[in-house]
């Protein structure tokens, strides 16, 4: 429980419009109890937030280990599959403590970058070799207690990772990934619980690594508890090619055929997609989770966006890879990707474009309570400073296009979560140097 208290915003972003001047009260609990506008000066006692205040953001698509990578994977040219090569290495240092240490240092990155919520797509479960830790969830726990240490809100998608193929058994890489079925999966993650910080949730990692007779099982699980579910899709064009020779079926309809699909699930880059498959995504409620940085970093391509919402699949954004942890940037290359592409102009308006990086988002992991400015909802909230060299001069009233088109992590001067600070005008207060804390963490993994 917290204090009461009541947080004067200088400029709101409250779904539609900016307003100024605003009055926000948080509850004991940690929730939105009132917002009022027309707050012309602040309220005595309250804390002022200058600059304009959007609800939390939330990083919908995160592997955490991969904030290791950065730079070293930059190097020379490439594809995903020897990009993979790399992260194998890594992933082979981890350990409990260790990945602790650098979940820690990249979520307080996150909260510094004004993300209150990440969805942290989890397949590092065993240690090297495919041995169990004495906890078999000793490293999702990990997770966890990293995401509290940061202050931020974690939804574990706990992930089945059961095959390097079609047909085939995990490499040595992957032993550590796998707990040799479905039913095996069930049983270890059922023994995770939700805390007040952390959902547990399911992701199926992809149709090649779940094979098909399981992943009803899966998905079975996720629906049985009403968890968010993930998985990979159509990622790469190889991965389609490789399912259509296996079961002479897109992944989005094998999927389907095994009741995968559904407004719980969201479906993460849905890259290469056929008509029919956006028909299915979209008639099935199921969501879409684009990572622009990182889908053109690995060169992945550019989803179809555009026509997986139109189709009715909702829009959320994550980081992914974490070539860089930057939300606004994910929602203005969502937009910028479309104008490359099609050569036209305001596919989403900035408010829609927000909307999949707050509410959307924070739904898609099972959180629909979060993400907008109202009351009732979480008190999760950011603050984007308007006097950088980046957010000058615009209009306040134009904040939602400032924040978007121009704006960075490095704007973000506030990020509040259950109304209690956790980044103060630019610094993160429960992590402190967190520059130097990931500077360590990855030391210690890279071996």
């Not at 820690?104 to 993300?115: F, H, K, P, S, T």
Request: hydrophobic letters at 45%; a negative charge.
């Amino acid at each position: 429980m917290i204090a009461r208290k009541t947080y004067w915003l200088e400029h709101a972003w409250l779904g539609d419009l900016v307003e100024p001047g605003v009055a926000l009260d948080v509850t004991a609990d940690g929730r939105i109890g009132g917002v009022r506008t027309g707050a012309a000066t602040p309220p005595p006692g309250a804390e002022v937030l200058r600059g304009l205040t959007l609800p939390g953001l939330a990083n919908a698509h995160s592997h955490a280990f991969h904030r290791a990578l950065r730079s070293t994977v930059q190097v020379g040219s490439g594809t995903f599959w020897t990009w993979r090569e790399v992260m194998y290495g890594v992933a082979q240092n981890l350990t409990p403590d260790s990945y602790f240490a650098l979940a820690r240092a990249v979520y307080a990155e996150m909260a510094l970058a004004g993300i209150t919520n990440v969805g942290e797509f989890h397949y590092v479960h065993h240690a090297p070799g495919g041995t169990p830790y004495a906890d078999p969830n000793a490293m999702g726990e990990a997770l966890i207690e990293a995401a509290a240490a940061a202050g931020i809100r974690i939804t574990l998608l706990d992930t089945a990772y059961l095959a390097a193929g079609f047909g085939e058994a995990p490499n040595p890489h992957q032993l550590r990934f796998s707990d040799g079925t479905a039913e095996a999966w069930a049983e270890r993650v059922s023994a995770l619980k939700p805390r007040e910080h952390a959902l547990i949730g399911a992701a199926v990692h992809s149709v090649r690594a779940v094979p098909a007779g399981q992943l009803a099982t899966v998905a079975s699980w996720a629906q049985q508890r009403q968890a968010p579910l993930h998985v990979h899709l159509s990622e790469q064009t190889a991965e389609n090619d490789a399912c259509l020779a296996a079961h002479g079926r897109t992944p989005t309809q094998l999927l389907a055929d095994h009741g995968v699909l559904g407004p719980g699930t969201t479906g993460v880059h849905n890259t290469h997609l056929t008509d029919e498959d956006i028909a299915l995504l979209g008639g099935t409620t199921t969501g879409t989770c684009m990572c622009p940085t990182t889908e053109r970093d690995l060169a992945d391509g550019i989803g179809p966006a555009g026509r997986l919402q139109r189709a009715g699949s909702p829009l959320s954004l994550g980081s992914d890879s974490h070539a860089v942890i930057d939300l606004l940037e994910e929602a203005r290359a969502m937009e910028l990707n479309e104008r490359l592409r099609s050569r036209t102009r305001g596919h989403w308006t900035a408010n829609a474009l927000l909307t999949a990086a707050t509410a959307d988002g924070h739904a898609s992991l099972g959180r629909p309570d979060a993400g907008r400015l109202s009351p009732g909802a979480l008190a999760d909230f950011t603050t984007i400073a308007l006097d950088t060299v980046r957010t000058a001069g615009p209009l306040p009233r134009l904040g939602a296009e400032t924040a978007v088109f121009a704006a960075s992590a490095a704007d973000v001067r506030h990020t509040v979560v259950g109304g209690r600070h956790v980044v103060r005008d630019g610094a993160h207060t429960l992590v402190g140097d967190v520059a130097g804390a990931l500077s360590e963490a990855i030391a210690a993994v890279r071996g």
